[in-house]
């Protein structure tokens, strides 16, 4: 029996290849967006990732933004929790972002996580995202599915955002510790 396997090259057919798309935008695109050049992008993840209401979690985000950070970022359990519903989550993090974009006269950006049951709900986020003016949106892609990944890249490519792919539930592929 096989007690661990560990891929060393791989090569993806071009069908593959030109079917997925990858990534709607690279590092230059972002460092475009955020204006943000010759020095490392520096971010955050908002803790406690659970329990704060959006608007202490909005002052949060202002306050990392606000001290220096180019962006922070939703945790993966931060999608639409009773205490804190997507919508008001959005709202009060880009009111956060606007403050302290006029106070530092720097772009700043949050991860808005649009993971959601259904593709549907998730564009739904994703366009209020880009409604509020939001520069970066993030999915879960293995809890949200690989299609829904997929058709979330296209529509940040048609759309001008960008995406950050958080890899929430890894574990399930990846947590032997021989690879």
Same mark, same amino acid.
Not at 15 to 38: F, L, S, W
Not at 132 to 142: N, R, T
């Given at each position: #029996?096989?007690?661990?396997?560990?891929?060393? @090259?791989?090569?993806?057919? $071009?069908?593959?290849?030109?079917?997925?798309?990858? /990534? /709607? &935008?690279?590092?230059?695109?972002? *460092? @475009? $967006?955020?204006?943000?050049? =010759?020095?490392? +992008?520096?971010?955050?993840?908002?803790? /406690?990732?659970? =329990?704060?209401?959006?608007? %202490?979690? =909005? *002052?949060?985000?202002?306050?990392?933004?606000?001290?220096?950070?180019? !962006?922070?970022?939703?945790?993966? %359990?931060?999608?639409?929790?009773? !205490?804190? *519903?997507?919508?008001?989550?959005?709202?009060?993090?880009?009111?956060?972002?606007?403050?302290?974009?006029?106070?530092?006269?720097?772009?700043?950006?949050?991860?808005? %996580?649009?993971?959601?049951?259904?593709?549907?709900?998730?564009?739904?986020?994703?366009?209020? #995202?880009?409604?509020?003016?939001?520069?970066? $949106?993030?999915?879960?892609?293995?809890? =949200?599915?690989?299609?829904?990944?997929?058709? +979330?890249? %296209?529509?940040?490519? @048609?759309?001008? +955002?960008? +995406?950050?792919?958080?890899?929430?539930?890894?574990?399930?592929? @990846?947590?032997?510790?021989? &690879?």
């Amino acid at each position: #029996a096989i007690r661990a396997l560990r891929l060393e @090259d791989v090569r993806f057919p $071009i069908a593959y290849v030109k079917t997925c798309g990858g /990534p /709607p &935008h690279g590092i230059q695109v972002e *460092r @475009d $967006i955020m204006n943000k050049y =010759g020095r490392p +992008l520096l971010g955050c993840t908002i803790k /406690p990732k659970l =329990g704060l209401s959006a608007k %202490n979690y =909005g *002052r949060a985000v202002y306050e990392c933004l606000r001290g220096g950070l180019d !962006f922070t970022k939703d945790d993966e %359990n931060v999608n639409s929790q009773p !205490f804190m *519903r997507w919508r008001q989550r959005f709202d009060f993090v880009m009111e956060a972002i606007h403050k302290a974009e006029k106070e530092t006269g720097e772009r700043k950006g949050h991860y808005l %996580n649009v993971t959601a049951p259904t593709p549907e709900e998730m564009y739904k986020r994703a366009e209020y #995202a880009k409604e509020l003016g939001a520069p970066i $949106i993030m999915h879960d892609y293995i809890t =949200g599915g690989f299609c829904a990944n997929t058709g +979330l890249a %296209n529509w940040c490519r @048609d759309n001008g +955002l960008l +995406l950050h792919i958080h890899r929430a539930m890894h574990a399930v592929l @990846d947590r032997n510790p021989h &690879h």
